[in-house]
């Protein structure tokens, strides 16, 4: 898979303590074992030239209080607070000042935020999506993304799950509905 790094962008999702580290409270062992391989796309990503954007999952402590039916907190517990050492991305993991680290209130990177005018401002057309959980954040942005004529590339070693079905339903859904599935492997950057 070739793809051009001025039209490409390596977008990480959620690859925070909470999710990732053994002490959070969301910790998936799975997410945690992809720490590496989310590094070394990174590294690939700023090797070829192509822009690295980190959503980073952010609740204000109130989010939920008026909620009518979308309750994260009701069904997750309380996780990744706006200001707790949950929230921040994991210590392998240091954005660049020309990286952009987009907050989110959702499992949907693009929902009120400004990620979509950041990467069209770019002219970037083709993202290579990683990160944690499979079926939850990456799998909901990567779908945001396809609707809004991105390509989606989920990079299936480097995305974390709960269950393996999980992993397994996410890749296949994205790949028979709205983008691809690629390997780091299959992954050139011209």
Same mark, same amino acid.
């Given at each position: 898979m070739?793809l051009?790094p001025?039209q490409t962008?390596?977008v990480v999702?959620?690859?925070?303590n909470?999710?990732c580290?053994?002490?959070?409270s969301?910790?998936a062992p799975?997410?945690?074992?992809?720490?590496e391989?989310?590094t070394?796309?990174?590294?690939?990503a700023?090797?070829a030239?192509a822009s690295?954007v980190?959503t980073?999952?952010?609740h204000?402590?109130e989010q939920?209080?008026?909620a009518h039916?979308?309750?994260?907190?009701?069904?997750?517990?309380?996780?990744?607070?706006?200001?707790?050492?949950?929230?921040? #991305? =994991?210590d392998?993991?240091?954005p660049r000042e020309? $990286?952009l680290?987009? /907050?989110k209130h959702?499992?949907? !990177?693009?929902h009120e935020?400004q990620l979509d005018?950041w990467?069209?401002?770019?002219?970037?057309?083709?993202?290579?999506?990683c990160?944690t959980l499979?079926?939850?954040c990456?799998?909901?942005?990567?779908?945001?993304?396809g609707l809004r004529d991105?390509?989606?590339? #989920? =990079?299936a070693d480097a995305?974390?799950?709960?269950? $393996?079905?999980?992993h /397994?339903?996410?890749?296949?859904? !994205?790949?028979?509905?709205?983008?691809?599935?690629?390997?780091?492997?299959d992954i050139?950057f011209?």
């Amino acid at each position: 898979m070739q793809l051009d790094p001025t039209q490409t962008a390596l977008v990480v999702v959620d690859m925070q303590n909470g999710f990732c580290h053994p002490e959070g409270s969301l910790h998936a062992p799975e997410s945690e074992a992809v720490i590496e391989a989310v590094t070394d796309l990174v590294e690939r990503a700023r090797d070829a030239g192509a822009s690295v954007v980190y959503t980073r999952d952010v609740h204000p402590p109130e989010q939920f209080d008026d909620a009518h039916y979308y309750d994260e907190f009701d069904r997750w517990g309380e996780h990744v607070v706006e200001g707790s050492w949950e929230a921040e #991305l =994991v210590d392998e993991l240091d954005p660049r000042e020309d $990286e952009l680290v987009v /907050e989110k209130h959702t499992y949907d !990177a693009f929902h009120e935020t400004q990620l979509d005018g950041w990467l069209s401002a770019r002219g970037i057309k083709d993202l290579l999506v990683c990160g944690t959980l499979a079926n939850v954040c990456v799998l909901h942005t990567a779908s945001s993304a396809g609707l809004r004529d991105y390509r989606p590339i #989920l =990079v299936a070693d480097a995305i974390g799950y709960i269950e $393996e079905a999980h992993h /397994e339903y996410a890749l296949d859904h !994205a790949d028979w509905l709205f983008g691809e599935v690629a390997t780091r492997e299959d992954i050139q950057f011209d």
